[in-house]
Every structure is written in structure tokens, then in C-alpha cells.
């Protein structure tokens, strides 16, 4: 079983920054792709970033590439989402996944493993 805590979350001001981290916990975490999803109230969750299991391979939604940034550091068993110019359509739940796969996927039933999600609020 893996235990994903995510945290971060915020309210910011469009243009502003915000980090979030994926904790990672029980399977071990470096041989597992890890990825990053939101989702809005009535609509279904949607591929944000995904990193595989050495951070060579990431992938981004068209939406964010230039601005948000994947990493992870497999010392810490944590993931972190930069995110910097960000805009009022970034507001959302955003969720971390893991799978049992080392390699990076977009969709998400790729996901073996789901955090509980942090709110990302971005006001005008």
C-alpha cells in the first residue's frame, strides 16, 4: 500500500508562484512513476504533469508547459509541482498519483495510488 500526502495548496494572486509537494509513503517510492492531476467541481480530473521514476521523462498538459515545472527527490520520497505565472483557470483540487509502473503516464487510470488532494485557489 502507498500513503500520498499532499500539501502546499493556497490562495494566490494570478501571476503569483506556488510549490507543491507529493509525501510518498510505504512501496518504494523510486520505482514508481509519479504524476499530477486537478480537477474542478463538475468536471472529471484532468493530466497535469507526470515524472517517471528517475525524473529523466516528465510530461506536461498544454495548459501549463512554460509554467509549471515537475521534480522529485527519491532521498525524500517527495514530489513537488512548481508552479509559477499562474492564472485563474489553474484553480482547482489538485491530486498526486503514484503507480506501480516506472514509466510516466497521462491518464488517470494509469494510477494505482491517490493522495487526498490540496486546494489551489488563484483569484484575479
Known amino acids: 500500500q502507498v500513503q500520498l500526502v499532499e500539501s502546499g495548496g493556497g490562495l494566490v494572486q494570478a501571476g503569483g508562484s506556488l510549490r507543491l509537494s507529493c509525501a510518498a509513503s510505504?512501496?518504494?517510492?523510486?520505482?514508481?512513476?509519479m504524476g499530477w492531476f486537478r480537477q474542478t467541481p463538475g468536471k472529471e480530473r484532468e493530466f497535469v504533469s507526470a515524472?517517471?521514476?528517475?525524473?529523466?521523462?516528465?510530461y506536461y498538459a498544454d495548459s501549463v508547459k512554460g509554467r509549471f515545472t515537475c521534480s522529485r527527490d527519491n532521498a525524500k520520497n517527495t514530489m513537488y509541482l512548481q508552479m509559477i505565472n499562474l492564472k485563474p483557470e489553474d484553480t482547482a483540487v489538485y491530486y498526486c498519483?503514484?503507480?506501480?509502473?516506472?514509466?510516466?503516464?497521462?491518464?488517470?487510470?494509469?494510477?494505482?495510488?491517490w493522495g487526498q488532494g490540496t486546494q489551489v485557489t488563484v483569484s484575479s
Open positions: 498519483a503514484s503507480r506501480k509502473l516506472t514509466s510516466a503516464a497521462t491518464t488517470s487510470d494509469a494510477y494505482d495510488y
Open positions: 510505504g512501496r518504494t517510492f523510486s520505482n514508481s512513476a
Open positions: 515524472i517517471s521514476w528517475r525524473g529523466g521523462i516528465t
